[in-house]
Nanobody, 121 residues
Framework: VQLQASGGGLVQAGGSLRLSCAAS????????VGWFRQAPGKEREPVSC????????YYSDSKKGRFTISGNNAKNTVYLEINSLTLEDTATYFC???????????????WGQGTQVTVSS
């Protein structure tokens, strides 16, 4: 199983980005995909998760409002859109695969390599 995260880059504060997580070796519609992020010098934290079987979405409390997770089962890809980016959103964003949505990293069996998001002022 491989997860390929992409879409990161350098963006000005206030802008938007859409990250992608493309999977191979698994049909995402049978699983949940979570997004996590790790800022410099900080622990990795959960951002959002989607249960692809029915499209149910979950967001960490502090991520509600500016983050939108979605899935395209036909493309076997999950997206994370981030709006109104702030300097605090600078981090490496990871996608991961699990049987169901959870904030516990240990439940995720496969991880992508991460995509860097850098927000400038």
């Amino acid at each position: 199983v491989q997860l390929q995260a992409s879409g990161g880059g350098l963006v000005q504060a206030g802008g938007s980005l859409r990250l992608s997580c493309a999977a191979s070796g698994r049909t995402l519609s049978d699983y949940a995909v979570g997004w996590f992020r790790q800022a410099p010098g900080k622990e990795r934290e959960p951002v959002s998760c989607i249960r692809n079987s029915d499209g149910t979405t979950y967001y960490s409390d502090s991520k509600k409002g500016r983050f939108t997770i979605s899935g395209n089962n036909a493309k076997n890809t999950v997206y994370l859109e981030i709006n109104s980016l702030t300097l605090e959103d600078t981090a490496t964003y990871f996608c991961a695969l699990a049987e169901g949505c959870t904030e516990a990293e240990d439940w995720y069996d496969y991880w992508g390599q991460g995509t860097q998001v850098t927000v400038s002022s």
